[in-house]
Antibody, heavy 118, light 104 residues
Framework: QVQLQESGPGLVKPSETLSLTCTVS????????WSWIRQSPGKGLEWIGC???????NYNPSLKSRVTISVDTSKSQFSLRLSSVTAADTAIYYC????????????WGQGTMVTVSS | EIVLTQSPGTLSLSPGERATLSCRAS???????LAWYQHKSGQAPRLLIW???NRAAGIPDRFSGSGSGTDFTLTISRLEPEDFAVYYC?????FGGGTKVEIK
């Protein structure tokens, strides 16, 4: 059973860059497709972006100019960077993945709360 | 951009009852592209259905998915106490707004 664990600062200042890492228990990280999803307080799930096995990233058009997703196979991790954050980026951030599909995710992290505040 | 609209927003039912959740897309979605998740507060979302009608590993057979084109349905045949949660449909790049299934 693949396990995912998000890590990163719980508090980020406005205009700064949010950086999160997802550590994957399965060493064969390159065999999976990976995604980031978030949930703002009181709202539903929002897809942020993904990085398929091919390595060609796709991002939510509303966030595209600020988002970067990357994979570090040597550390069995993949990462999210979101620049120029505002209070609207306050959310629980989930990393997720699937061996067979980039569309849906069977494996999920427990989520990490990130607050944007000065 | 395809928009997914879920209805109803809230479904109030009793354990043992049947739940029928709708997900409507603003344009046709490939059936293979539609998934359903269950989400409980404080937990990670759980994949229930992939490809519109395939149950994910470990999902009880009281959960079933159907539909094609722009109209998809998640059915829970007999609600168990642990099924009260928020349910989301998803197609590539988008989630629906969710349906909360609450105890009546």
């Amino acid at each position: 059973q693949v396990q995912l664990q998000e890590s990163g600062p719980g508090l980020v200042k406005p205009s700064e860059t949010l950086s999160l890492t997802c550590t994957v228990s399965d060493g064969a990280i390159s065999n999976y497709h990976w995604s980031w999803i978030r949930q703002s307080p009181g709202k539903g799930l929002e897809w942020i972006g993904c990085i398929p096995r091919s390595g060609s990233t796709n991002y939510n058009p509303s966030l595209k100019s600020r988002v970067t997703i990357s994979v570090d196979t040597s550390k069995s991790q993949f990462s999210l960077r979101l620049s120029s954050v505002t209070a609207a980026d306050t959310a629980i951030y989930y990393c997720a993945g699937d061996r067979n599909s980039i569309i849906w995710s069977f494996y999920w992290g427990q989520g990490t709360m990130v607050t944007v505040s000065s | 951009e395809i928009v997914l609209t879920q209805s109803p927003g809230t479904l109030s039912l009793s354990p043992g009852e049947r739940a029928t959740l709708s997900c409507r897309a603003s344009q046709s979605v490939g059936s293979f592209s539609l998934a359903w998740y269950q989400h409980k507060s404080g937990q990670a979302p759980r994949l229930l259905i992939w490809g519109a009608f395939n149950r994910a590993a470990g999902i009880p057979d009281r959960f079933s998915g159907s539909g094609s084109g722009t109209d998809f349905t998640l059915t829970i045949s007999r609600l168990e106490p642990e099924d009260f949660a928020v349910y989301y449909c998803q197609q590539p790049g988008t989630f629906g707004g969710g349906t909360k299934v609450e105890i009546k």
